[in-house]
Nanobody
Framework: QVQLVESGGGLVQAGGSLRLSCATSGRTFSSYGMGWFRRAPGKERQFVAA????????RYADSVKGRFTISRDNAKNTAYLQMNSLSPEDTAVYYCARGIVTGGIRPYDYDYWGQGTQVTVSS
């Protein structure tokens, strides 16, 4: 069974930064792409960023491009999401997920999900 655990969320002022981590169990982490999604109150789950198995290919939603950076450390079985220049519109629960489609932007492109970490950006 694959488990994903997000951490690093919290409360930050607009313009600030946070770094989310996604620790995964199992020995197959380096074989899969990873993705980050978010769900704001009253809204659908939204794609944020994706990274391929090696970390050499990334993809971002237009709303976060230039502000967020996805990365991974295969030796640590961990994926990251560095979030800079945060705005209140970024407030959401952030989820990491294991990809079955490289660079996928739809929730069903991913098979295992973490429970999420809350990010709140105050104005």
């Amino acid at each position: 069974q694959v488990q994903l655990v997000e951490s690093g969320g919290g409360l930050v002022q607009a313009g600030g930064s946070l770094r989310l981590s996604c620790a995964t169990s199992g020995r197959t982490f380096s074989s899969y792409g990873m993705g980050w999604f978010r769900r704001a109150p009253g809204k659908e789950r939204q794609f944020v960023a994706a990274i391929n198995w090696s970390g050499g290919v990334t993809r971002y939603a237009d709303s976060v491009k230039g502000r967020f950076t996805i990365s991974r450390d295969n030796a640590k079985n961990t994926a990251y999401l560095q979030m800079n220049s945060l705005s209140p519109e970024d407030t959401a629960v952030y989820y990491c997920a294991r990809g079955i489609v490289t660079g996928g932007i739809r929730p069903y492109d991913y098979d295992y999900w973490g429970q999420g970490t809350q990010v709140t950006v105050s104005s």
